[in-house]
């Protein structure tokens, strides 16, 4: 699921790009849910699950990002 992604791209090694794709998913889910979206909310909130997953916990930051197709 992450390589389906390209959570593992370089340009998300630094920790800031992290931080703040995970703030712009979150403000996302929120902005929704103010407008009563639950499908929307559900897939931010998805989103918001993969992307921490991905940056936080199976993050390697050794990895060269090997996005071969």
């Known amino acids: 699921m992450i390589k389906l992604f390209g ?4 340009f998300f090694k630094p920790l800031i790009r992290r931080v703040l794709t995970l703030v712009a998913v979150g403000f996302y889910g929120l902005f929704e849910l103010t ?3 639950p499908g929307w909310v559900a897939f931010a909130a998805a989103l918001f699950a993969i992307c921490t997953y991905a ?3 199976a993050f ?3 990895d060269k990002g090997n996005n071969d197709v």
């Open 55 to 57: 940056f936080f916990i």
């Open 35 to 37: 407008f009563g979206h």
């Open 60 to 62: 390697d930051p050794e």
């Open 7 to 10: 959570l593992n791209h370089p």
